[in-house]
């Protein structure tokens, strides 16, 4: 079964300060990956998604990831965090053809005005 | 179009009391889940249906159905609750790549 790894489980930033949140995950096959972000008291939403073809994927918000194939990693980025990105983040894989998804444990981000 | 709706959004039970979570989405989607999200946990797989009709156990199914006799809604029943049902509930439907259309979720505490 594939699993998803974050390791940082909180991370503090001022605001302006760039932002990288590591995902690995351990499956051989094609998956599709995701990020979500959930703001405090709501659900998740979609921040972005790769299926195929660019590795480089741009979301919302100004967020972006890359897929790194060799490394199972599919780490989230963006160059200038807000205060309003405050949130939990969480990466999450599927593999291809199939419709299960397992997510990691999340990512809480705190940024500092 | 609504999404996925929930109800109820906060629900308080004693231990041995049952329940129904209901869920509905109106995208026509064929997969759907059922998640609880707990802190430090992430969201771990109740339950799911890839249609009318078809259910199957995911990774923590004990203490909870699901049946699924339409494709909009996917009701989950806590058949006899415990305090380690205490969590937050998420229904979501997949889209074409199985990204997850959540619903607002229900937050249950279990006395």
């Known amino acids: 079964a594939q699993s998803v790894s974050q390791h940082n489980h909180h991370v503090i930033l001022s605001e302006a300060a760039s932002l990288e949140l590591g995902c690995n995950y351990s499956y051989g096959g094609t998956v599709n990956l995701f990020w979500y972000v959930q703001y405090p008291g709501q659900h998740l939403q979609l921040l972005l998604k790769y299926f195929s073809g660019d590795p480089l994927v741009k979301g919302i918000k100004g967020f972006e990831a890359e897929f790194i194939k060799s490394k199972f990693s599919f780490n989230l980025r963006k160059p200038s965090v807000q205060w309003s990105d405050t949130a939990e983040y969480f990466c999450a894989v599927t593999p291809g053809g199939y419709q299960k998804v397992t997510f990691g444990t999340g990512t809480k981000l705190q940024v500092i005005p | 179009n609504a999404g996925v709706t929930q109800t109820p959004k906060f629900q308080v039970l004693k231990t041995g009391q049952s329940m129904t979570l209901q869920c509905a989405q109106d995208?026509?989607?064929?997969?759907m889940s059922w998640y609880r999200q707990d802190p430090g946990m992430g969201l771990r797989l109740i339950h799911y249906?890839?249609?009318?009709?078809?259910?199957d156990q995911g990774e923590v199914p004990n203490g909870y159905n699901v049946s699924r006799s339409t494709t909009e809604d996917f009701p989950l029943r806590l058949l006899s609750a415990a305090p380690s049902q205490t969590s937050v509930y998420f229904c979501a439907s997949s889209g074409q790549y199985n990204e997850q259309f959540f619903g607002p979720g229900t937050r249950l505490t279990v006395l």
């Open positions: 995208m026509n989607h064929e997969y």
């Open positions: 249906s890839v249609g009318a009709g078809i259910t």
